[in-house]
């Protein structure tokens, strides 16, 4: 079963709470949540106490994508503020092994992230200790961005990677430029997360967007 993430980067933020609730009730799975600091992406979004606010509008569980620098710094505040799963991104931390060990401490499901020219090689001495691998479909800090297709490439290496060891309750993720027209292939390729921003929230139907993207990989 596919999972429906909105990225509430799309929503309307000076009523973010109410449109997290619009989502929930549209059917989505995960409230997919993007930190940017502005160093590591050039864009800033929030951080904790933003998470904090919103906390009470929904019973889903927050997905928290950190794309920001030294990450293992703030786990905590992260955690606090009602993080439910924590990705971070490879190409940020220094000590990639340790920082998904800390977020494992913590008891939350960790992810590691990979940028469009990272290789999915990077993942292989870490992947047995991953909840989550997210492949970005997109260069990350911004809505709204074509789709890459090179990204199906490394989704096959990353299901081959995950097959290979029977680690099948890994979760593979995608983020950036999925709609209705690339949701198809990025299942197909071996995606099982799919997050959306602008064919979410770009949308007046919500629930016909978010039935639409599973829809998408029943074809
Ligand atoms: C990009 C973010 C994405 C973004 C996706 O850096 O990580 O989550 O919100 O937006 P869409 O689905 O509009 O490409
Ligand atoms: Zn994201």
């Known amino acids: 079963m596919t999972i429906i993430a909105p990225s509430i980067l799309s929503a309307n ?27 590591f992406v050039p864009n800033l979004t929030f951080g904790p106490p933003v998470i904090a606010a919103v906390r009470s509008a929904t019973k889903l569980p927050f997905d928290v994508h950190l794309m920001i620098e030294r990450p293992e710094l703030s786990l905590g505040d992260y955690i606090a503020a009602g993080a439910d799963r924590i990705t971070v ?25 990979i940028n469009p020219g990272t290789p999915v090689a990077v993942l292989e001495p870490i992947i047995h200790d991953l909840d989550l691998v997210l492949v970005m479909t997109v260069n990350p ?6 789709f890459i297709p090179y990204s199906l490439v490394k989704l096959r290496q990353v299901r081959a990677m995950l097959d290979e060891r029977g680690l099948n309750h890994v979760h593979v993720q995608v983020d950036g430029g999925i709609n209705q027209e690339t949701a198809p292939a990025v299942i197909q390729a071996g995606a099982d997360v799919l997050v959306a921003g602008n064919a979410i929230y770009g949308q007046n139907d919500r629930a016909a967007a978010v039935a639409g993207l599973r829809l998408g990989g029943q074809q």
């Open 89 to 113: 991104h490879a190409e940020a931390c220094l000590h990639l092994h340790r920082t998904i060990h800390a977020i494992k401490e913590k008891g939350l499901p960790a992810g590691v992230a």
């Open 13 to 39: 933020f000076a009523s973010l709470g109410e449109d997290i609730k619009v989502v929930e009730k549209a059917g989505a799975d995960w409230i997919h949540i993007d930190v940017m600091d502005g160093r």
């Open 141 to 146: 800090g911004f809505g709204g961005q074509s």
